[in-house]
């Protein structure tokens, strides 16, 4: 027989613990988690989505709003699910589970699958042509972009390498932020992010990231 829930923190847990179960079923390990907040991504018929789970909603954002544009409503790409009062009278364990039920429901019409990618070559003549937005979308769809003739590991170094607050100085949070960022970032974004910095930041020599 299931535990009855005592309080509205317990209620809460319940609610993200369930959410959690059903992304992890199809996302597999969590890519972030932070307290007991867990951030998993998914393939979807609309792209990668990015979903975490918290004590009374689940945030979703697709990587292209262009692609999932049919599923959402204004400029944003969020596709969030709310348990609005979860915890307070009357909206108890049945409410989060109608909640959770109706999420479920969702989540298996987007069509979820494990996240996975496969490197595609391209030029910089297919940048030029087909656009960075359409070049985005492509990557929501599990293509990871390599540049030919683009080093994207030494252009981050690069970057990394120079960059200054406004005083002049490196603190280490700005250096730590930026590796971060790069991180997590496709070839196809450091690629956008050098040749953005090395407009406001000009070498005149020929510089190794151009070089593979």
């Not at 990618?117 to 937005?133: L, N, P, R, S």
Request: glycine share 6%; net charge negative.
């Amino acid at each position: 027989m299931p535990r009855e829930l005592k309080n509205a923190a317990e209620i809460k847990k319940y609610f993200q613990t369930e959410a959690a179960k059903i992304i992890g079923e199809i996302a597999g390990k969590p890519i972030h988690e932070f307290e007991n907040v867990r951030e998993y991504q998914v393939m979807t018929k609309y792209g990668r989505m990015k979903a975490s789970t918290h004590d009374s909603f689940i945030a979703c954002r697709f990587d292209s709003r262009n692609l999932a544009q049919s599923l959402l409503n204004g400029l944003s790409s969020k596709w969030n699910h709310h348990a609005f009062g979860l915890g307070t009278v009357g909206k108890g364990k049945e409410y989060a589970d109608a909640i959770l039920h109706e999420f479920a429901s969702e989540f298996a019409r987007i069509e979820p699958r494990k996240w996975e990618t496969h490197d595609v070559v391209i030029t910089e003549d297919d940048i030029k042509k087909a656009g960075i937005e359409k070049l985005r979308d492509r990557e929501a769809m599990g293509e990871r972009l390599i540049i030919e003739g683009f080093n994207a590991e030494v252009a981050a170094g690069e970057m990394i390498a120079e960059v200054t607050d406004n005083d002049g100085e490196r603190p280490e949070w700005l250096i730590y932020s930026l590796e971060n960022k790069f991180a997590s970032s496709s070839p196809l974004e450091i690629y956008v992010s050098y040749h953005q910095w090395r407009k406001i930041n000009p070498k005149p020599e020929d510089t190794p990231a151009i070089r593979m």
